[in-house]
């Protein structure tokens, strides 16, 4: 069955049924009071998938599930072949495509992105020339507005102003579109097979006529590939994604090419495009094409499965998640309650809309990854190139970590809501290092060691995991092999292949490091010897505690000590005011010339960022910086400007960013410095002016759902403490009661009756029904659950929250 404007659009063609469907949909919105009495059991009803869309948020819009394989989205154009408007395939100002491409990644900077693989375009029109010839995308691409767009979860709709249009809906591994087209028009689907968003090694494509069918492969990878700082070390293959696509109807007419050949009639064709970019690439590649007549029937139904082990696979996974009649509204039905029960693992109640669709689209955001690797059948393609099935107890693989960015808020969430999955993931984690020499790899893309950022996060984020309860993996052999890579050399350590962006060392210059206790810029053989300090100290202070939980406490110690070791690069006389952090050389001597807001020994960060970034030893911050209140005084800094007025949008070197990682921890520090009340007012000025409804609604990146999951710690008035610990600082919840379901019975109630634009601050807090003064609970509350009750208040108490011996460490 036809949804009913693509019934439409068969008799009066897809401009007016689009002006039809705008119409349907501009009824169908409801009034501001009936949207805000929308039943809180239904929290899929507020996301906005097109929020973080522009200023640089790099999500995408198209169609996907939960933790998904398939991501089925635009890829945009602004008359380059070998780019996009935007990193991952889609921003809200470039209104072109050259297809829908079948796999994305949310959030991810590296223009163009990551994946986007196997653009498939409805194209109106006679293929005459090979649209891999179409450098400018000027003859097979097509525009479009917004108003013949919409975007929900689990689906994607969109009409072209060629009369084009296509419905997409998903399961988790396969998909099914309804593609209409003018009738009495030439109709094609063009599967531009070689023109991932990076391009690609090889690709192939064949059409089965006697059976409606296309399949083919491409070989790619080369996330990264275009980065000036070492990126070109990234340009290789490290995944094939398969596909598998069935028709409802014959084919018309049929035909390939290969670079600037067209073979109308041909069946089957072969070839990349290669990883350069512009005039190095452009015009290579290869796909193919299906027509359709459309005189009597102008619409097309395609259901397809995508594998990365193989076309059996995608095969077998489409049969297993798409029956052959099976429309899309079935299984955008079946989607949309997919994503409403994982949603409604967190259930906010009161609030404004606007408020709920930021916080509901930040969990959405927050929560499409990791992301499935593993066929139905338990195989995946492994690191190593070969293909493997799941660990015992094990029930996906997952992948796609940029531990850099996730390790700071996102796993902490993953954890807090879905522990059997940060279970699955941290056990995918462990396979891939088992696979790839026993090295974790710090940003792993499908089954891809892609090395880029700094730091080893994957010790950060499988102690945090630990920490907060996920016990569904294999805990013993995971911190055994994350200790031997951070106390054991690698020869990978003393290259300088991908750097300084993408340095394939894990823990770089190992030996040098242990012997002086900093990573020196000079030797370094890393992105920037301040910032590896500061990051290998996060994660040797995450394995402490995890070896502490695990009974091994000569292990512990060793590590603790080790994550003192920003000290080492903490320069107390930086400038004639202040301590900051700064790079030094093998020899001890500071790296010069020196200023706060300079990046020299920094990654994507100034030294007035990085100096807050200790958040396993605020005390000890703070006695470096002359005590608590003179580390306050500073911090006030960090986010106003010299006459007060708030410095929280970024662009200052000087002051926070919340653009990037490496601050976003600084707003809930004021806790540990007996000041609480600073990070409720500082909190709710970023929750209210930094992030919003609308495609401009995300700071920067997304990063994987890292600055969505910041936002949605905050809304509730929690924030991860520090890495490879359980503990939560409290702040200020925008709402007047959530309820955080967990497995067990261990869910969290937070109730704050106040709650509104004029009660931002904290009067007092009540866990389970007692009195508590500390702006932190421990790790009880996340792995046994509890009621937070929060009296809140409209001006600042300077009371609450305040004494020295109850402050967070």
């Not at 290789?236 to 049929?254: E, G, I, N």
């Not at 619409?299 to 049969?319: F, P, Q, T």
């Not at 920003?566 to 790296?591: K, M, P």
Request: glycine residues 12%; charged residues 20%.
């Amino acid at each position: 069955m036809r949804p009913p404007w693509l019934r439409t659009a068969r008799r009066l063609g897809i401009r007016s049924a689009a002006l039809l469907v705008t119409s349907a949909l501009a009824l169908a919105v409801p009034s501001p009071a009936v949207a805000a009495a929308r039943p809180a059991d239904r929290p899929v009803s507020y996301v906005d998938p097109l929020i973080g869309s522009a200023n640089g948020g790099n999500t995408y819009p198209g169609a996907t599930l939960p933790y998904g394989m398939i991501a089925w989205s635009p890829t945009s154009t602004t008359g380059d072949q070998t780019s996009t408007g935007a990193a991952n395939g889609y921003q809200y100002d470039a209104t072109r495509i050259r297809g829908l491409s079948l796999t994305h990644v949310n959030g991810a900077g590296c223009n163009p992105g990551a994946a986007g693989d196997v653009p498939i375009m409805p194209f109106v029109g006679d293929v005459t020339s090979s649209p891999s010839a179409d450098t400018k995308d000027a003859v097979y691409a097509a525009d479009f507005a917004h108003a013949d767009e919409k975007a929900v979860p689990g689906r994607y709709t969109l009409g072209l102003k060629s009369g084009a249009g296509a419905d997409l809906a998903v399961g988790k591994r396969a998909g099914v579109a309804d593609f209409s087209f003018p009738a009495g028009r030439p109709a094609n689907l063009l599967f531009r097979v070689s023109n991932s968003l990076n391009g690609s090694e090889d690709a192939h494509v064949d059409i089965d006529t006697a059976h409606r069918k296309v399949t083919g492969w491409v070989l790619t990878g080369a996330f990264c590939g275009r980065r000036a700082n070492g990126g070109t070390n990234n340009r290789k293959s490290y995944y094939k994604l398969y596909f598998s696509a069935s028709f409802d109807r014959a084919f018309s007419s049929v035909g390939t090419w290969k670079d600037n050949t067209l073979s109308a009639g041909s069946t089957s064709a072969s070839g990349g495009e290669g990883y350069a970019t512009g005039a190095d690439r452009a015009g290579r590649g290869s796909g193919g094409y299906v027509g359709f007549d459309t005189r009597s029937d102008n619409d097309v139904r395609m259901r397809i499965g995508i594998s990365y082990v193989s076309l059996d696979g995608a095969e077998a996974n489409l049969r297993g998640e798409i029956p052959p009649r099976a429309s899309v509204d079935d299984v955008a039905r079946a989607g949309a309650d997919a994503w409403n029960r994982e949603l409604s693992t967190v259930r906010v109640a009161g609030g404004s809309t606007a408020r709920r669709t930021t916080f509901y689209t930040a969990l959405y955001h927050s929560l499409m990854q990791p992301n499935l690797i593993s066929d139905a059948d338990g195989r995946y393609y492994g690191m190593d190139a070969e293909v493997h099935r799941l660990a015992r107890g094990q029930r996906a693989q997952y992948s796609n970590f940029s531990g850099w960015d996730q390790y700071r808020a996102q796993i902490q969430l993953l954890a807090l809501l879905k522990p059997r999955i940060a279970g699955d993931f941290a056990q995918s984690l462990f396979n891939f290092a088992g696979q790839n020499g026993g090295v974790w790899d710090r940003w792993v893309h499908v089954s891809g060691a892609t090395h880029v950022m700094t730091g080893d996060p994957s010790a950060a984020t499988l102690a945090t995991f630990y920490a907060m309860g996920v016990r569904n993996f294999d805990y013993e052999g995971a911190f055994e092999s994350l200790a031997r890579q951070a106390t054991v050399p690698h020869a990978d350590g003393l290259s300088d292949a991908g750097c300084p962006g993408q340095c394939v060392g894990q823990r770089p210059n190992l030996a040098q490091y242990l012997g002086s206790h900093y990573a020196a810029q000079d030797v370094c053989h890393c992105w920037g010897g301040a910032a590896e300090t500061l990051e290998d100290a996060v994660a040797d202070s995450a394995l402490a505690k995890w070896a502490k939980l695990l009974g091994r406490d000569e292990e512990a110690a060793a590590f603790a000590e080790r994550g003192g070791y920003w000290r080492n690069v903490f320069n107390r006389d930086a400038t004639a005011d202040a301590g900051y952090v700064q790079a030094r050389n093998l020899d001890g001597s500071w790296v010069t010339p020196f200023s706060p807001g300079s990046d020299r020994g920094f990654a994507q960060g100034t030294s007035a960022t990085y100096t807050w970034m200790v958040p396993q030893d605020v005390q000890g911050l703070a006695a470096a910086m002359g005590g608590r209140e003179p580390a306050a005084e500073r911090l006030d800094g960090f986010f106003h400007t010299a006459d007060g007025a708030w410095s929280v949008r970024g662009g200052d070197p000087l002051r926070y960013d919340p653009t990037n990682e490496p601050g976003i921890h600084a707003p809930w520090l004021y806790n540990a410095l007996g000041q609480p009340w600073k990070t409720q007012a500082t909190v709710r000025q970023i929750l209210d002016t930094v992030y919003g409804t609308g495609p401009a609604g995300l700071p920067g990146n997304d990063d994987l759902g890292t600055m969505s999951a910041w936002y949605v710690f905050s809304a509730l008035g929690l924030y991860p403490q520090t890495p490879g610990s359980g503990a939560m600082l409290l702040g200020a919840p925008l709402f007047p009661e959530a309820v955080v379901d967990r497995p067990g019975g261990t869910g969290i109630t937070v109730e704050a009756p106040d709650a509104d634009a004029a009660h931002p601050y904290v009067g007092a807090v009540r866990l389970d029904g007692r009195t508590t003064n500390r702006s932190w609970a421990g790790a009880g509350l996340v792995k046994r659950g509890g009621t937070l009750t929060y009296r809140l208040a409209e001006r600042p108490d300077t009371s609450w929250g305040t004494d020295p011996a109850g402050l967070p460490r």
